[in-house]
């Protein structure tokens, strides 16, 4: 059996995490790009969302995460009893979560399915891996808003395609690996190859851009919007 080494090191952010609303129960947040949802074990790893909320909002906890370059909407819950009733929305999926994200390339369809499963491989870590055989379901779709070109200094312009991305189950780094599997990789992800030429993206452009779910106490739904920064 392999044994997972995780010697990443997490750069400093200065971004601040904007709160978009906050109750008794509850708190919304717009996460900025660069920081982990959860801090690591390496104690260089210690500032995240979580690190920085709890001591504002002492006994908070996180309902889900998004990836350490990923920005945009995350749920927090405030108490135990309020985390365990949005988790089972989560895997009951009733959440429904939109990214906006830009893809290399000029996608042909306009809008479609990636349903592929998603494996570990302790070997590859942290990469994921496309598995039919060991892999869990994951399935995600996508919409294209539009296809753009962006200059490049001393290059030809670059073709891009803005989607919203949709993923129908949560598995980690899902919408990064199947937008590689359409052939179109995120621009910036530098896992799964979407660093072009010799020119590194400042960001992983993928934002969390929608959150729809329902308040666990009140039952008002709740339909959180933030615009993408790209």
């Given at each position: 059996?392999?044994?997972?080494?995780?010697?990443?090191?997490?750069?400093?952010?200065?971004?601040?995490?904007?709160?978009?609303?906050?109750?008794?129960?509850?708190?919304?947040?717009?996460?900025?790009?660069?920081?982990?949802?959860?801090?690591?074990?390496?104690?260089?790893?210690?500032?995240?969302?979580?690190?920085?909320?709890?001591?504002?909002?002492?006994?908070?906890?996180?309902?889900?995460?998004?990836?350490?370059?990923t920005?945009?909407?995350?749920?927090?819950?405030?108490?135990?009893?309020?985390?365990?009733?949005?988790?089972?929305?989560?895997?009951?999926?009733?959440?429904?979560?939109v990214?906006?994200?830009?893809?290399?390339?000029?996608?042909?369809?306009?809008?479609?399915?990636?349903?592929?499963?998603?494996?570990?491989?302790?070997?590859?870590?942290?990469?994921?891996?496309?598995?039919?055989?060991?892999?869990?379901?994951?399935?995600?779709?996508?919409?294209?808003?539009?296809?753009?070109?962006?200059?490049?200094?001393?290059?030809?312009?670059?073709p891009?395609?803005?989607?919203?991305?949709?993923?129908e189950?949560?598995?980690t780094?899902?919408?990064?690996?199947?937008?590689?599997?359409?052939?179109?990789?995120?621009?910036?992800?530098?896992?799964?190859?979407?660093?072009i030429?010799?020119?590194?993206?400042?960001?992983?452009?993928?934002?969390?851009?929608?959150?729809?779910?329902?308040?666990?106490?009140?039952?008002?739904?709740?339909?959180a919007?933030?615009?993408?920064?790209?």
């Amino acid at each position: 059996m392999s044994t997972i080494i995780d010697d990443f090191i997490a750069p400093p952010c200065h971004a601040e995490i904007e709160i978009l609303y906050q109750d008794e129960h509850l708190v919304l947040i717009n996460k900025p790009t660069g920081l982990l949802s959860l801090s690591g074990k390496n104690p260089l790893n210690l500032d995240s969302v979580h690190h920085r909320l709890v001591q504002q909002f002492p006994g908070c906890t996180l309902v889900h995460r998004l990836d350490f370059g990923t920005s945009g909407l995350m749920v927090i819950a405030r108490n135990k009893a309020i985390n365990a009733a949005l988790c089972q929305q989560f895997s009951q999926r009733s959440v429904t979560k939109v990214y906006t994200a830009l893809l290399c390339g000029h996608l042909t369809d306009n809008e479609g399915v990636i349903d592929a499963p998603i494996a570990k491989d302790p070997a590859l870590f942290p990469l994921m891996s496309i598995c039919a055989l060991n892999g869990k379901p994951a399935r995600s779709r996508y919409q294209v808003v539009a296809r753009e070109f962006r200059q490049t200094a001393g290059e030809a312009p670059m073709p891009l395609t803005r989607v919203q991305l949709i993923p129908e189950t949560g598995r980690t780094h899902q919408l990064r690996i199947h937008c590689q599997q359409l052939g179109h990789p995120i621009l910036g992800c530098d896992l799964y190859g979407g660093l072009i030429s010799t020119g590194q993206q400042p960001r992983l452009m993928l934002h969390a851009s929608a959150l729809d779910f329902v308040h666990p106490v009140s039952g008002e739904q709740i339909h959180a919007r933030n615009l993408s920064p790209f």
